[in-house]
């Protein structure tokens, strides 16, 4: 199977959005480390797949989850459009003395891999729903084929119905040589089931000093993404709260109440 040739297919805000958007977390990327070190230990310790089939971190940003993975003495690779982010893995990988993972740049909706690659794929942090819904199917149907036999796709992903609930305004604060306070908005439309999340700079007025593209997700309820894992050729579909990170050996049940849930698919 293969997508419909031309680079442009589906949606292309994130285009713009990653590469302007991305230098404005760096404050925040060392807890984020932290957490993909719990996130790793939980999948290490729930999910099993054959230690000798590589993982592969798509829209892998700087590699944290692999770095954790390699960490563990698992190989694999780690994808990402972006060049700068591809350089920033590569560099804090070897700062941490890791001989992996092997970083590829690549669009994920073309992943230059053989069918039955894969022991474990990994969609973190807001990295699935970036495409429109034939494009999103497109790309589980791939990833389906690019996992080894008892292999799983791991995805983190936003749940519609915390989102849905209102509009949320987040002050991100001064600071990282911002002319302004970061502004951060989350407006979910229930019609499109796309979260529109955007940022801006606010001076002392409130007026708005910069704005920044928008991050426009498709957010999937459960039942939608059971039906997606099943078109794609899944046979089994779980479900965990992330809002219910607990001890890294036990699985929670999906709770409406969390913000992001986790989807296994085998
Ligand atoms: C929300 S970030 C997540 C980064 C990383 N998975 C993490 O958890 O730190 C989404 C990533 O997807 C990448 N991305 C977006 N569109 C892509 C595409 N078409 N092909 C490959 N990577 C893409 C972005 O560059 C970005 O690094």
């Known amino acids: 199977m293969t997508f419909p040739g031309s680079e442009d297919y589906g949606p292309g805000w994130w285009r713009e959005y990653y590469p302007v958007v991305f230098p404005l977390w760096k404050p925040w990327n060392q807890p984020l480390e932290g957490e993909a ?10 999910v099993n797949w054959d230690p000798q089939a590589p993982f592969l971190d798509l829209g892998c940003g700087e590699g944290r989850h692999s770095r954790w993975l390699v960490r563990r003495g698992l190989q694999g690779y780690a994808l990402d459009f972006f060049r700068d982010r591809i350089s920033w893995g590569v560099e804090r990988s070897s700062a941490q003395g890791l001989s ?27 990295t699935f729903g970036i495409f429109d819904d034939p494009t999103n199917l497109l790309l589980l149907q791939q990833l389906y084929q690019l ?32 002319r302004g306070r970061l502004m951060r908005r989350y407006r979910f439309d229930q019609g499109s089931s796309l979260l529109y999340d955007q940022l801006w700079l ?20 459960t039942e939608e993404m059971v039906a997606l894992c099943l078109q794609s050729g899944f046979q ?3 479900f965990c709260s992330a809002a219910d990170w607990g001890p890294p050996d036990s699985l929670y049940e999906f709770h409406p109440d969390s913000p992001e849930y986790y989807v296994f698919a085998q």
Not at 37 to 46: A, D, R
């Open 100 to 126: 992996g993972p092997g970083f590829i740049q690549a669009d994920m909706r073309l992943p230059p891999f053989k069918h039955h690659s894969f022991g474990l794929i990994l969609l973190m942090d807001t």
């Open 37 to 46: 070190e719990k996130v790793i230990g939980f999948i290490l310790q729930n």
């Open 147 to 178: 996992l080894a036999q008892g292999g799983t796709l791991f995805m983190q992903v936003l749940n519609p119905q915390f989102w849905g609930r209102g509009e949320m305004v987040v002050d991100l604060g001064k600071g990282n040589g911002w």
């Open 236 to 238: 089994k579909v779980k």
């Open 202 to 221: 606010e001076g002392e007025r409130g007026e708005v000093l910069h704005r920044y593209p928008d991050q426009i997700l498709r957010l999937y309820r």
